[in-house]
């Protein structure tokens, strides 16, 4: 077979169908991450190459090569129809009903019809022959009006979808009358063309049943946005949100963004598209691989610099197809400076009353200590001074004896005050540590043998640190009565787990006392109902038990951190 062309005027129509399919068809492959756009890519690849034969089979010169490409033109028919039909179901929403089975169903005969026009030369079932009648025109065989009726129950079926899409979805009603408009035109002018009339040739026949229905597919995508109806309401909500919506690829390229990120970040979106994260975000490339491997990774970050800097909470998911497999990354930024903002304005609330309930606390336990001591020093110097004045010199000197030892122990227990208060106040506090800090001090400042003794169990992971707070001004304030009150030598505290609590036992081998004493009240001073308001305000317990000459025993129990 020769091969011979020459131009003709005719191939122009054919030639402008060529071009709108290829343009269409590139349209759709840039937006093949919406489902509708693929059968709609793959359908005109498969309306091109039935373009590109009407142009050769108007251009050849020979009656054989004419029929070849006449040949050429129907094999990719019946396949385009069929792919056409899944981007009407993906786009009115019933991509659901393209299940394995169904795809099978709706491509068989399309595909049995390819093989048949292969092969016609052995059984002539599509075509008996052809005869030139201005143009090839086919003879049809026994299947061909069956391959025929095929196409135009396809052409039903987008009709229906169509319609049920118009009524259930009145926005995109427009959008679809013009589909369907392009539908008719096409279907009229193939059927007239197939009928062999004579008034519309090949050229003109692929522009009206190709081109026209394309140009209105086109109108409805970049019109209507017609090409997902889902998509485009997701894309107007994306733009409306108030967080920053980014899109990452594979290599963590940034391919989308939505006007509140490009407002967050600074930065026009056309300056953003194809930079990585890491160029535009002040993240570490392990952060962000840490990130990608917890199944929605969080994390903070600032962006700007000093008075116009703001926080923002980092969210990254993966996105998965359909399989299971990664396509890319969503970063979604929630600017939570107020919130942030709020929440340092409750902790500095909370550290001034917890100040000024501290400073309470303190006026109480000065009262109840120095207070009382001064007092007791201002009544004891004015009946010295009476002495003096009657003349009663060693009545006088006793009494300005004790004055001396009183004031010496007032000025200890200021001491001790000082070092319970400072012990523990670095930066990077401990409930341990600074418990045993404190009671090494204390058995070296006043020779009174300390023990401290932890169980398997308890650790500084045991207490919260609001909790290791109290419990040490409770322990120093136990230890401070064991020293001044029983004349304990030796003094042990004892901590250990008791399932959700731990409990904390301080004994001492002093004189002891009479605890009836402590119901009524007469202990003299509120040290240990500082004690008691301490534990209450950790939701622990304190039990005192002591008989004289038999030194005393301290329990505490406390709810353990997890609890």
Known sequence: MRFSYSYSPDIWPAFITLAIAIFLGSYGLRQKHIPAAKPFAIACVLCSLWSLGAILEISALNFSTQIFWKKFQGIWQLPA??????????????????????YVLLFLLPLLSVLLMVTNEFHHLIWTGFRMNGHVTPIPGRLFWAFISFGILLGLLKFLVLIRLAVRSPEHRLAVAIMMFGQIIARAVYTIHRLDTG??????????????????????????HAIDPVAAARKVALQQMREGLIVLDLQDRIIDVNPTATEMLGIPEKDLRNKRLEDVIPIDVVDLKQLKNEKTGQTNITLGQEKSARQYRLNLTTLKERDGEVIGQLILLHDVTEEMRAQNRILEQQGLVATLQERERLARELHDGIGQTLGYVGMQTQTALKWLHDGNNEKAGSVLDRLVEVTRDAHVDVRESIHSLKTGSGQKWSFIPALKEYMDKFQVNYGIQTELSLSAGVDENTFSSGAGVQLLRVIQEALTNARKHSGANNLRVCMERNGAMAQISITDDGHGFDTSKLVHG?????????????????????????????????TMDVPIVKE
């Not at 500082?530 to 005192?544: C, D, H, V, Y």
Request: charged share 15%; with cysteine; aromatic share 12%.
């Open 81 to 102: 129809a069929a792919t056409i039909t899944c981007f009407v179901l993906q786009y009115a929403g019933l991509g659901r009903w393209l299940t394995r089975r169904n």
């Open 199 to 224: 008034l519309i040739g090949p050229g003109e026949s692929l522009l009206f049943s190709i081109g026209v229905e394309a140009v209105a597919y086109a109108v409805a995508f970049f019109r209507f």
């Open 522 to 554: 007469d202990d003299g001073h509120f040290g240990l109902v500082f004690m008691r308001e301490r534990m209450a305000q950790i939701n622990g317990s304190l039990k005192i038990e002591s008989i004289p000459g038999s030194g005393t025993n301290l």
